[in-house]
């Protein structure tokens, strides 16, 4: 059975079948039937291939195997198999809280690509930096702007086991976590942590 | 077989769109960073350029042929 990364790429191959054909023959545009398969081959086949191809980007970029291509986040890769549950992305990774192919992206919606176009930028920066620039070690990889609740709460809010843990039980406290007033890493500050990499030991996953 | 104007402009809008297109079909055997980008600011430009040029012509219309006498063999 075809999947459909084949089909997109087949019926983007097919697009330049037709495009090759009537560059190497535009004379066939000559008869009615060619100008409308001259029409369907330079500009809306084109279009379509194009559009289906970048669909298929925008998915890919949301995986995990995507973030970690990059050297310089192979330590906040790393850090998912932390054999240490009190870390936020260990647990979450670990106890398939979040998806583990989308894995990144689960917790950082607005990272780069996904973000307003300030985040767009910075993310074509990231790949100046690491190709052209001088890429900082992981460890002093900080986000650009305080992390959002919001990510915690698409899955949390609303849930019994986060309505009723002792720290959110107070109503005063669990509406300044809700309006984000109240960082929830303010509490739950164990996450990557990639500068203590070196002494942690990792959890292997079952094959 | 001597080609028309319009044919000419036809053919450097496939070579255009291809070129483009086969760009955008290697980026998507690689999953990377680059590969988006690549396919993003190469592959994509090229077809735009390459189908905008066609429909340009198409559109607006290529530049008036000059028309040419018939050749005495051409005449029945």
Redesign the interface.
Known sequence: MLNTTTLEILFIALAIYLSHLLALRPELTRARGGKIVGFLALCVLPAAASWTGFSEQMDRSKQTQFCLSCHIMSDHGRSLYRDDLSYLPAAHFQNNRIPREVVCYTCHTTYTLYGPLQSKLEGLRHLYVQYLGTPPKPAEIKLYSPYNNRECLHCHDGSRSFEEASGHSDPDVLQQIKSNEVSCLACHDQVHDVGSLADATFWKEPQ | ?A?LPM??R??????T??A???I??L???W???????A??MI??PL??V??AY??YF?ILGSPREPIREPMKDEVS
Do not use: C, D, K, N
């Open positions: 077989m080609l044919e000419r036809l053919r450097l809008a496939g070579w769109i291809s483009g297109l086969l955008q079909l980026t998507l055997l999953v990377h960073p680059l590969a988006f980008v396919f993003l592959g994509t077809v735009a390459g189908a066609y429909l198409l």
